[in-house]
């Protein structure tokens, strides 16, 4: 008959995304982890996991398991807390969860996922950093969890856990004249052309900076701003190319947007949720990856219609 433990171990699987991360996160052997998914697929009559590549997959029923798995876990945990010493019902504390973000992401991800805030199972504190700040925050502790930009070297880290939420690309925006031009004629173009770029030394102009040193382009700035909403109106007003990610795009009349730029392709960026490795099984961790991700899919389609 199923147990708890396996319900709990299949609930770690979903969460951390593999057999081995959540081997690590429940001190278990990866062996150990295969074996009560499989004895509880062997209960449930259908498989629970099936190969992909190199690695495993949760099939579509399996996925729907682990969505119960995490509620059974979570009613039982929340049934014995209250009928503990006193064997009378408690109320349930809350945890507080603390999660940074930068700007934009708070923007086009986490205040949308929040939904009120209400019904969420944890208290929410949310803190402003910048992009990478937030991760750095989380290993000095500060913070519970970060929506943050993935390293592009970063050595792994197994105390941490990242999930990527988001695979956003940059946009060429700028007036319709200036961005003819550069589509066409690619990086000497770009060269020659006005730009709006991030406030020096961000993570933004670095990610920037970067990507123009590696296409040859030397960018002639006649404005700075970490704002991505202001950078386009800039970009209008000093009839100017900027450069943005998907998610902060506006509509404004006199600019116009592209992602192809004479086979120079835009720079983009990995946008990921960022906990303690210890946290993956916890419940607050699972539910606030579910909300960020769905925000983003309902978000993602904004930026560009219009």
Known sequence: ????QQFRTLHTVHSCGGIHAAAKALHLSPSAVSQQIK??????G???????????????RGSVMAQVASQIADLWETSVSRHQDTGTAQPR???????????????SCVLPALGGGDDLPFRLHVFETSPHEGRDLVRAGSLDAAVSVQEAAE??????????LRHEPFVLVGPPNLLSTAIRSGAESLSMLPWVLPRTGSDCDRLVTTHFTRYGVLAHPVGRTDDWALAQEMAFALQ????????????????TRSMDTAG???????????TKASAGASSWSVILQQRLKRAYTRTSGFAHSG
């Open 1 to 4: 008959m199923a147990n708890l």
């Open 39 to 44: 004895v509880l697929g062997a209960e449930c």
């Open 46 to 60: 259908f498989p629970l996991l099936e190969p992909e590549g190199r690695g495993i997959r949760f099939t579509d």
């Open 93 to 107: 504390t809350k945890p507080t969860v603390s999660l940074g973000s930068f700007p934009s992401a708070m923007g």
């Open 155 to 164: 050595d792994e880290d197994v105390r941490f856990r990242t999930v990527p």
């Open 240 to 255: 100017a190319i900027t450069y943005v990610p998907s998610s902060a795009l506006i509509r404004r009349d006199g600019l």
């Open 264 to 274: 120079i392709p835009a720079p983009s960026r990995t946008i990921v949720l960022v």
